[in-house]
């Protein structure tokens, strides 16, 4: 049998500015720590405690969200929350403060865990440096061959500690900040005087730190989008669906355009002139010369051309098939009015007769149109002339464009929706835009 680790005791000692208990579950990691009662920082690298420094007094910092002596599960081991401090960073006059949690587990070391506005953060520290290079026109680093884009360069300042530290660690201490983002991951340096560290971080969100903890209630909510938060992984899958969907569809669209254009007949069968004059003598309706559909069932369209200005027809129209006496009724009218500057209206209209037999037909007309001028641009009597075309197994063109046109929306509403999410991201950054940061997403 695999023998069971040794319990780890923590070390306890006394605080020389109050006298409470500290105790340290840091073993001899810890060089500094903090009062519990006092927040006295105290120096616990030597036997004669020293203290470094003192604090004013309690504030709300000294109740973290996950409360020291915590223990969390992550890499598959047992981590304890031993130290906390709040960080700030002032951009354009306004203060910024997030939270980092110092995890211990003996054997495997220690990790951080950050917080800001309910995201999460879990933290290693890296040996030696990246390399630096460009990505999209902005400035990257290169770590085990990822790429990261540089996010934010900021002064932090501790202003809260509590717990205990391997390294000594004080209100006021001050590190130059830099992030470079690949979403979930964020690559981070440290810079104080004589010393630069890189971490390196992945996102987490608060229902994980709170399942790891096992803590009671809820996180808090998040707010925002976080520099290296991923897109949700519907937003993305979703996009390229919908995506692939278009282009599928677009591609059925085209063959029924070309299929359309290639094997429908558009054959011409009449096409006559003729002259109307409102008010004439006689009989106003006719028919035309009788025409030929030859073939399958297939559609028939009428198409009107006038001269028609300053007025309006309408034509009452039936195709009638000359064998069976079949009737077609409809009516169409037309209109055109301009001025010196605007027009409304047409001179020309059409109509379509779905699924029309082969047979001999002939068109019967009625038109009409108003006798009296209705403005000051005409005078004298109302005519026009006016030239009928029929033509049969005519291509609907048109709603298979429409159709082509609308296919795309929903996966460009889609992508829409993913590149809002990087412009948020971005707007915190020092770029303040979603120029270039499309890649930054996880793939």
Not at 40 to 59: A, R
Not at 239 to 244: E, I, K, P
Not at 359 to 382: F, W
């Amino acid at each position: 049998m695999t023998p069971a680790k040794p319990r780890i005791k923590p070390r306890a000692l006394e605080c020389p500015n109050c006298g409470s208990a500290v105790a340290l579950r840091g073993m001899t990691h810890s060089l500094n720590a903090v009062c519990p009662n006092c927040m006295s920082v105290l120096d616990v690298q030597h036997e004669q405690v020293q203290i470094l420094q003192k604090y004013g007094g309690k504030t709300a910092y000294a109740t973290p969200l996950v409360p020291l002596g915590s223990r969390g599960k992550f890499e598959g081991a047992q981590f304890e929350a031993i130290g906390f401090q709040v960080r700030r960073i002032v951009v354009d006059g306004t203060p910024y403060e997030w939270r980092e949690y110092l995890l211990f587990n003996p054997y495997k070391g220690f990790r951080y865990l950050s917080e800001y506005d309910g995201h999460w953060n879990i933290i290693r520290t890296v040996p030696g440096m990246p390399t630096f290079g460009n990505i999209d026109g902005r400035k990257s680093a290169l770590w085990q061959g990822e790429g990261f884009k540089h996010f934010q360069h900021a002064q932090a300042v501790t202003v809260f500690v509590l717990g205990e530290f391997p390294f000594q660690v004080r209100n006021g201490d001050q590190a130059t900040v830099d992030d470079y983002i690949a979403p979930p991951k964020v690559l981070s340096s440290e810079i104080i005087p004589g010393e630069i560290n890189w971490s390196i971080g992945e996102y987490r969100t608060g229902a994980e730190i709170w399942q790891a903890f096992q803590l009671p209630g809820s996180p808090p909510a998040a707010q925002g989008v976080y520099a290296n938060q991923p897109a949700p992984p519907e937003m993305k899958t979703s996009a390229w669906s919908a995506l692939g969907t278009a282009v599928v569809l677009e591609a059925i669209l085209f063959v029924v355009l070309v299929g359309s254009m290639l094997f429908m007949g558009n054959e011409n069968v009449f096409k006559q002139s003729y002259y109307f004059r409102a008010n004439a003598p006689g009989e106003q309706s006719f028919v035309t010369p009788v025409f030929e559909l030859k073939g399958r069932p297939t559609n028939v369209e009428i198409d009107l051309e006038t001269n028609l200005r300053q007025n309006w027809a309408y034509f009452s129209m039936a195709l009638i098939n000359e064998q069976t006496g079949q009737a077609w009724d409809f009516g169409r009218e037309v209109s055109y009015y301009s001025g010196s500057d605007w027009s409304e209206g047409s001179s020309t209209d059409s109509v379509r007769v779905p699924t029309v037999p082969a047979g001999r037909y002939y068109l019967r007309m009625e038109p009409e149109m108003d006798p009296k001028p209705m403005d000051v641009y005409t005078s004298g009597p109302r005519e026009m002339t006016y030239t009928v075309t029929i033509k049969r197994d005519v291509p609907a063109l048109w709603p298979i464009l429409l159709a082509m046109l609308l296919v795309p929306i929903p996966a460009l509403f889609r992508f829409g929706k993913k590149a809002s999410f990087e412009s948020l991201r971005w707007a915190e950054s020092d770029y303040g835009s979603a120029t270039g940061s499309g890649d930054d997403e996880d793939e």
